[in-house]
C-alpha cells in the first residue's frame, strides 16, 4: 500500500504524486481511492486502492535503475513492422506492461517508421504518449527536468 506524497506511475498516464486517501461510492459500494496528481496534465486521478496491482501501479524506478536504463537504451534494435492493427495492438500491450525498455522500444520503432513513411493519427497520438510516459517517470527518478530526459532518450535511441 501506498501512502500519501509517495511517487508512483501509472502505465498509461506517467509519474504522479499520491495527494490523498479518499472514499468514494460508486454503485452503492465504497472504495477507497488513491487521489494522484500527474505530472502530465492538470487532471486528477482516482486510483481504486484495491486495483493497483491489477493495473499496473508500482513505485517510480530509482535514479539507479533510471541510469541502468539509459545505459541499455542505445542497444536497442528495431522491431519487425508488422500490418498497422498488429502493430497498434503490440505496442499497446508494450506501454500498458509499465517497462521502460518496452516503452522505449515502442517509441523507437514509431519514430523511425514516422521518419521513414509517416505515422496514421492514432500512431502519432500513440508516440507522444509513450514519450510523456517514460520521460515523467525517469525526470522524477533522475531529478530532471522533461525537456532533459526527452532530449536524453532521443540521444540514447539515435532518433
Given amino acids: 500500500m501506498f501512502q500519501i506524497g509517495d511517487k508512483i506511475v501509472h502505465p498509461l498516464h506517467g509519474a504522479g504524486v499520491i495527494q490523498a486517501v479518499v472514499e468514494r461510492t460508486i454503485d452503492g459500494a465504497p472504495a477507497q481511492y488513491y487521489a494522484v496528481q500527474p505530472m502530465l496534465g492538470d487532471t ?9 496491482e491489477k493495473l499496473g501501479i508500482r513505485p517510480v524506478c530509482s535514479r539507479a535503475a ?3 536504463f539509459f545505459r541499455r537504451l542505445g542497444s536497442l534494435h528495431r522491431s519487425e513492422s508488422k500490418n498497422w492493427n498488429q502493430r497498434y495492438r503490440e505496442n499497446m500491450l ?4 509499465g517497462n521502460l525498455l518496452e516503452v522505449a522500444q515502442v517509441i523507437k520503432d514509431l519514430t523511425l517508421r514516422d521518419q521513414e513513411r509517416g505515422l496514421s493519427t492514432g500512431e502519432k497520438k500513440m508516440l507522444t504518449s509513450a514519450r510523456d510516459i517514460l520521460a515523467s517517470e525517469l525526470s522524477v527518478a533522475l531529478g530532471q527536468s522533461l525537456d532533459t530526459v526527452l532530449a536524453e532518450i532521443d540521444d540514447k535511441l539515435d532518433i
Fill in 44 to 52: 486528477q486521478l482516482f486510483i481504486p486502492i484495491d486495483a493497483c
Fill in 66 to 68: 533510471a541510469e541502468a
Fill in 94 to 97: 508494450h506501454i500498458r506492461s
